[in-house]
């Protein structure tokens, strides 16, 4: 027989919206932790802030089909729910949200966020319908957990940036929080997709990190922008990614820059090493 659990798991709106109202009545804080599931370490960092940021910590589990284009990965996401349960158990997370497709996209579902400002360019030039899927999952999942905060990771850079804006353009009630990205000890990103690199991949994938810590550095140095920007290319593409961008932009609007005064920088990078499709970022000090 299974242990029982100290998280609860529930799977319709109804549910989770008694669970927060109960919650309130009893003067309790909520904050909520939008994943697709497959848990890691990254995952973890950010339901251990989000226990520091309100007295109960939901995450949601739904690997949501709109933000996949026909030609990606959806039927291969790692999908890990019983392990996925234990991490976030471990981290004191006391409500998983488990929705179906069904339950998050009823019958007749006719509504999507349009987005214009940080979601441009970047993973959208290669993504097109990307974020808009996102961002509408997104504010259906505030709209039902009605957290006080919400937290998202800084590895997608361009995701967090998008909503963010949305949730100011939309008066949203919520404060959304960007948790530090976690680094394996060679400097890659944690990512559900890392199970996708083979052993020759995964050896070569630090290259990413490497490239965007030289840049960073010069940049903060004093080194031309786009000068350093294009050593970083290289240095991609010769470690045996294809890349598909490399850019320095406002940290914020994620506009083009071209001088420090611009505004704070961050670089961010997709690539692609063997059938596999990494991004990261970094700030520029300074
Ligand atoms: O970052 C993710 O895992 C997803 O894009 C999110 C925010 C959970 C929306 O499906």
Redesign the pocket.
Known sequence: MATPRNIRTVHTVAELREQVARWRAAGETVALV???GALHAGHVALMEAAKAHATRAIV?I???PT?FAPTEDLGRYPRTLEADLDKAEGAGVALAFVPDVAEMYPEGFATTVSLSGPALGLETDFRPTHFA??AT??AK?LGQAAPDVAL??QK?YQ?LQV?TRMARDLDLPVRILGVPTVREADGLALS?RNVYLSPEDRAGAPALHRALSAAAADIAGGADIAASVETARHAVIAAGFALDYLEARHAATLAPVAARSDGPIRLLVAARIGATRLIDNLAVPG
Do not use: Y
């Open positions: 939008p994943t697709m949601s739904f690997v949501n933000q899927g996102v999952v997104v999942l998202f990771g997608d995701q909503v559900s």
